[in-house]
């Protein structure tokens, strides 16, 4: 059932402009979205600088949620909205409102209202509390910073990073600023033919997943869902102007794939797996690929999904050959409704943890 707010007015706002704080507020399913909604929906992240591809309603599932607010019948916030549960599903009433690379909105004055909303949202649902991971930089993450702040949120965990490579140089020039290391495997890749080209169909998606798949096991990371992948995959098929599956070929063996996708003016690094029985780095040559995809469709920054800073080995170090723009986001923030569950489920997550790391006879 959707729920629909007229004039949503937080306490912070009872002074300000009724332009800024009036409008209208929806939460709805992602099953009671379709047509006109969901294309209001891409158009506005498409632009917003604080779009990302994990709020596009492609990227969830039937049981995500969007909150929408409007003025003049005009979209100025969103969120692509989660339920989790931190105390796991056996104690399914401590749960929690999760907002994964959102809220979205460029504009300071919906944010407040947005998010004052989404915490009625998160008391009428019975929620512990209210997660945002949200990607704003510049300066709305100093005025952000400052409205959380002021409204009780609380910041937890570190500063994410990320790497993002201004696209507006020429080919050759952002060739020629790669790092040595980086421009030689790249040509190293070209005089042996490796070609690189997108995914055709869902055999050429599930190769790479196995590949992926492979990969998680043999570095002892938790892989991606398959379903959920595949699902992001078939949505790049059949867009394929909004992203690509980039895949690695030597001599038609597939040896390596990066999943990219583009939100505004922005191209995303999202997931990549490669064969690390070659003699060559098969990920350089994907990533420059990758890059001039970004460009050609008329992305104005790449990012690279995410860094580690100071690192000397590892992902972190092999995206700093292609790029040193460090920048930061907000950490995560959290808005605590019930104390109570908060700290029950900290129990339990502290107690599976203890059991789970306990050695067995």
Known sequence: MSVSVHNPVPSSCMN?????????????????????????????????DTSHPFQFPQWGDERASYALYRTGRKLRWFA??????????????????????????DD????????????????????????IVPDWTGNLKASAEVLLQQNQWKMYGPVRT??????????DELL??????????????????????????????????????????????????????????RWLLNEPSRGRLLLARNKGILVGGVVIVRAAARCWYLYGATSKEERFSAGHLLQWRAIQWAKKHGCREYDFGGYTEGATSGPAFFKRGFCDQVI???????????????????????LRRKLTSSPRA
């Open 108 to 131: 300071i004055h919906a944010q407040e209202v947005g998010l004052a909303r989404l915490i009625e949202i998160g008391k009428q649902k019975g929620c512990a509390y209210v997660d």
């Open 328 to 350: 930061s986001f907000l950490p995560a923030s959290r808005y605590v409704i019930s104390p109570n569950r908060l700290r029950t489920s900290e129990i339990v997550a502290r």
């Open 162 to 171: 990320s790497l993002r490579l201004d696209l507006s140089a020429s080919a």
């Open 16 to 48: 300000a402009n009724s332009t800024q704080c009036g409008g209208l507020f929806e939460f709805s399913p992602a099953t009671e979205c379709r047509g006109n909604v969901l294309r209001e929906i891409t158009e506005f992240l498409d632009g917003q």
């Open 80 to 105: 692509h909205c989660g339920i989790s549960f931190p105390a796991s599903r056996v104690l399914r009433p401590i749960r929690a409102l999760v907002v994964n690379r959102g809220p979205v909105s």
């Open 176 to 233: 020629a600023n790669f790092r040595k290391v980086a421009r030689y495997e790249i040509h190293r890749c070209e005089r042996l033919n490796i070609e690189v080209g997108a995914a055709q169909d869902e055999v050429d998606c599930q190769n790479w997943l196995r590949l992926h798949k492979k990969m998680a096991e043999a570095k002892r990371f938790t892989a991606e869902d398959g379903a959920h992948m595949m699902r992001i995959l």
